[in-house]
């Protein structure tokens, strides 16, 4: 054989067989599904408690596994030292990424026009009426009303106003990506992001006419990866509200995050 069919024989042999390693990595990356096995569901159920804060450190002295923080969580709900604060759950196939969100959209102004007031209505804003030489918006319309011309009735007077705005959820939101294992025992990786947003009060600055509100809002976050056993509640941290979201009276309260993974039996 002459060396230019023996490089084009062993050319095609060299293609066949890369070919077949491309054809077999393509199969085992392949979902489950693809590959005629049902994929396996799993359920996350995201739970959070809270105890205060005397009764949390405490717990958190003995050694104790993460099922058995659990079980003294649920058991405190019926003396009413323990308080559930979160429950969500979601299902997806193993290796698919699921979300879940109990949200409002809450609409606020991030910049204002100030207040626009009449140039002559009975009085001007350098009135002897008006003894500051900077005075406020509620100063000046206080001058206006004891001035001459002044009428009971629609004042013609531009408040401030927003002009420029933006949106934030306000509410729960969960994220997660879980793949089950083939071992008995089940262990599941999970990566999961948690977000609890709320609106605890404005802040104002100025008065009157030209008084502009800001919202304040409380976060909470989780954003973890972790390896957990299915079925067994495991303990992801505690997600504590802000001190502005506190309870006036009483001690503070801190919040236990726990997450557990299940494998749902899927029957035809």
Same mark, same amino acid.
């Given at each position: 054989?002459?060396?230019? @069919?023996?490089? @084009?024989?062993?050319?095609?042999? @060299?293609? @066949? ?22 994929? +396996?569901?799993? $359920? ?8 205060? !804060? ?5 717990? !958190? +002295?003995? =050694? ?18 323990? #308080? $559930?604060? #979160? ?5 997806? &196939? ?8 109990? %949200?409002?959209?809450? %609409? ?23 003894? #500051? ?7 000046? %319309? ?9 009428? &009971? ?22 994220? *997660?990506? =879980? ?11 999970? +990566?999961?992001?948690?977000?609890? =947003? ?14 502009? #509100?800001?919202?304040?809002?409380? %976060?909470? $976050? ?6 957990? !056993? ?33 494998? *749902?039996?899927?029957?035809?």
């Amino acid at each position: 054989m002459s060396p230019s @069919k023996k490089s @084009k024989l062993y050319f095609k042999m @060299k293609m @066949k067989n890369s070919m077949r390693l491309v054809g077999a990595m393509f199969l085992a990356s392949a979902p489950l599904n693809a590959q005629g096995e049902n994929p +396996r569901v799993l $359920q996350v159920v995201y739970e959070v408690f809270s105890l205060n !804060q005397s009764d949390a450190a405490a717990s !958190q +002295r003995e =050694a104790l596994t993460d099922r058995e923080i659990y079980a003294k969580m649920v058991a405190g709900l019926d003396g009413g030292k323990v #308080k $559930q604060e #979160k429950l969500q759950a979601i299902r997806s &196939q193993s290796g698919q990424r699921a979300s879940s969100e109990h %949200i409002s959209e809450f %609409i606020y102004a991030t910049e204002f026009e100030p207040p626009e007031l009449p140039n002559s209505v009975g009085v001007s804003v350098n009135s002897p009426a008006v003894t #500051k030489e900077k005075p406020s918006g509620k100063e000046v %319309i206080e001058a206006l009303k004891s001035g001459p011309g002044w009428s &009971q009735g629609p004042f013609p007077v531009t408040p401030t106003m927003g002009t420029a705005f933006d949106t934030r959820h306000v509410g729960d939101s969960l994220e *997660v990506e =879980a793949i089950a294992g083939a071992g008995v025992p089940v262990i599941v990786s999970l +990566r999961l992001a948690v977000n609890h =947003a709320d609106l605890v009060g404005y802040e104002a600055w100025g008065q009157g006419v030209a008084e502009a #509100k800001m919202p304040r809002f409380s %976060i909470k $976050q989780v954003r973890t990866a972790l390896t957990v !056993q299915s079925a067994v509640p495991t303990l992801v941290g505690t997600i504590s509200p802000s001190p502005d979201a506190q309870a006036e009276k009483g001690e503070a309260r801190v919040w236990f995050a726990f997450v557990t993974a299940t494998i *749902v039996e899927v029957k035809e």
